[in-house]
Structure formats: C-alpha cells, structure tokens
C-alpha cells in the first residue's frame, strides 16, 4: 500500500494491500477500495463507497460525496458503488445516494466496470451507469439517470431526471435530453432527437450484418412509417424476426416511463 504523507485516510476505511493513495487526498471512514487502484491526488472519497479492483482516479475526482438533494439528511451516509477497471478522470462528481430516511437503506449511486468517465463529469445521485460506458467532459447527468451498457455520451451534454440511455446508444455533445434514449440508436440537438441507428458502434461492438439489418428496420417502422410509438411497436412485433436486438428495443419502449425520443 503506498500512502502519500499527506494524504488523510480515516482508520476504519478498508484498503486493499497494493492501492495507491495521491498527496492531499481524503478517504472518510466508511470506504473500501480493492485491489490495483490508483487515486490521485487532492480527491476525496466518501459516504458508504465501494470501489474494485483496478480503478484508476485522477486528481480532484470526488466519489460518494454528499448528494445535491435538498431531501437528503445530513445524520444519514449514502452509497456509491464502483465496478472495476474504470478510468476516472479529473475534477469528476459521483454523489453518494440520497438518503432522505432510514427506509432509503437500499438506494445508491453506481457505476459499472470498465468505464471512461471523461474530465468535468457529473454522475447525480442514485444514478446508474452500466458497463463499458464512455461520457465525455463535462456532461451532466442528474439524479435517478439510468445508462445502460455500451452507452456513449458525447462532451458538455445534459440528462434529466430518471431518463434512461439504452445501451449501445450514441448521444451526440451539447445535447438536451428530457426523454428515454432507445437502445441501438444515434441522437443529437437541442431538444434531442433521434437521427438513425448506431451504425458504427453496432459494427464495433460485434454485432452481424443480420442484426444491424434487423436494428435498422426497427429504426425505419419506428421513426420513418409515419405509425405512431405504440402501432409501430406492434409493427415491430409483427414484421421484424425474433432476436435479442429486437427483445431489447421492445422491452425498452414498454418499460419507458418518460416516453421515447422521438
């Protein structure tokens, strides 16, 4: 374990033999950091935190940090839970979860593996960001905001409250979003709006010429037939093969409770 001398790590704090702690950096009582980890210097790192294995943190990041919710009570510690092999770069927010009673026991803020979270960032309370996500300086993401895996968010964007960003969506820099992103799709603007599938990032991420045929027909009957969301979706059901893509997409339009972007 090495410690800078100036750094402040509280001595109920759970540190794993080999993590790197950078000068000036606090660690509060109730974390645990695992195995391979690198904090640089001048973060903090608070609340209930759970960080993995293999974590890079760049100076100035602040996890678990009180959340900006005016309902949370100060005499109540939230959580924050992060994944593995993430890239944290600096001057990043993660708040701990909002813990506005004891019966908010089980909320929390969490982050997946293998993530780039770019300089700027801010992740809101109780926001969850699935694996292999990349979001790109200075994008915003307030509370309750779900990403799912594989879900790229371009630089200086913001999200709304309890939006949902399906994954293997691509959501273009400086965009508003204040509904559901579908899965699979390219967006962009202010207000956001749908523009076609994630063509480039389905080819990277392995998907077959079938299974982008299949994303870019659902894309055409959704957005293109002039049905609207809930006749599309039952042309969807009728015309497209049986597939995860196509699982994925409908399950993601039923469960939508802001609606989808259009």
């Given at each position: 374990m090495?410690?800078?001398?100036?750094?402040?790590?509280?001595?109920d704090?759970?540190l794993a033999e080999?993590?790197?702690?950078?000068?000036?950096t606090?660690?509060g009582?109730?974390?645990?950091?695992?195995?391979?980890?690198?904090?640089?210097?001048?973060c903090?790192?608070?609340?209930?935190?759970?960080i993995?294995?293999?974590?890079?943190?760049?100076?100035?990041a602040?996890i678990?940090v009180?959340?900006q919710?005016?309902?949370?009570r100060?005499?109540?510690?939230?959580?924050?839970e992060i994944?593995?092999?993430?890239?944290i770069r600096?001057?990043?927010?993660?708040?701990?979860?909002?813990?506005?009673?004891?019966?908010?026991e089980?909320?929390?803020?969490?982050?997946?593996?293998?993530?780039?979270?770019?300089?700027?960032?801010h992740?809101g309370?109780?926001?969850?960001v699935g694996?292999?996500?990349?979001?790109?300086?200075?994008?915003?993401?307030?509370?309750?905001?779900?990403?799912?895996?594989?879900a790229?968010?371009?630089?200086?964007?913001?999200v709304?409250?309890d939006?949902?960003?399906?994954?293997l969506?691509?959501?273009g820099?400086?965009?508003r979003?204040?509904?559901?992103?579908p899965p699979?799709?390219?967006a962009?603007g202010?207000?956001c709006?749908v523009?076609?599938?994630?063509?480039v990032g389905?080819?990277?991420?392995?998907?077959?010429d079938a299974a982008?045929k299949r994303v870019k027909?659902m894309?055409?009957?959704?957005y293109?037939?002039?049905?609207n969301?809930?006749h599309a979706?039952?042309?969807?059901d009728?015309r497209v093969?049986d597939?995860?893509?196509?699982?994925t997409?409908?399950?993601?339009?039923?469960?939508?409770?802001?609606?989808?972007?259009?």
């Amino acid at each position: 374990m090495k410690i800078h001398a100036t750094a402040i790590v509280h001595p109920d704090a759970e540190l794993a033999e080999d993590v790197t702690i950078g000068p000036y950096t606090i660690i509060g009582a109730h974390v645990r950091i695992g195995l391979g980890t690198v904090v640089g210097p001048h973060c903090v790192i608070e609340g209930r935190t759970v960080i993995g294995k293999h974590n890079r943190v760049a100076s100035s990041a602040q996890i678990g940090v009180l959340s900006q919710d005016l309902k949370h009570r100060s005499d109540l510690v939230g959580r924050c839970e992060i994944g593995d092999k993430n890239d944290i770069r600096e001057h990043t927010v993660i708040s701990a979860s909002t813990m506005a009673s004891e019966a908010d026991e089980d909320r929390i803020t969490s982050l997946g593996n293998s993530c780039l979270i770019m300089s700027g960032v801010h992740i809101g309370h109780d926001c969850h960001v699935g694996s292999g996500c990349i979001m790109a300086t200075g994008t915003g993401l307030s509370g309750h905001v779900t990403m799912h895996d594989k879900a790229i968010i371009g630089g200086i964007a913001g999200v709304h409250q309890d939006v949902v960003i399906g994954t293997l969506t691509f959501v273009g820099g400086m965009s508003r979003k204040i509904t559901d992103v579908p899965p699979f799709m390219l967006a962009e603007g202010v207000p956001c709006k749908v523009h076609g599938p994630n063509t480039v990032g389905l080819k990277r991420n392995g998907l077959d010429d079938a299974a982008r045929k299949r994303v870019k027909e659902m894309y055409r009957i959704l957005y293109r037939s002039n049905l609207n969301v809930s006749h599309a979706v039952e042309e969807i059901d009728r015309r497209v093969d049986d597939s995860p893509e196509k699982k994925t997409l409908l399950d993601f339009i039923h469960n939508s409770k802001r609606g989808i972007t259009v």
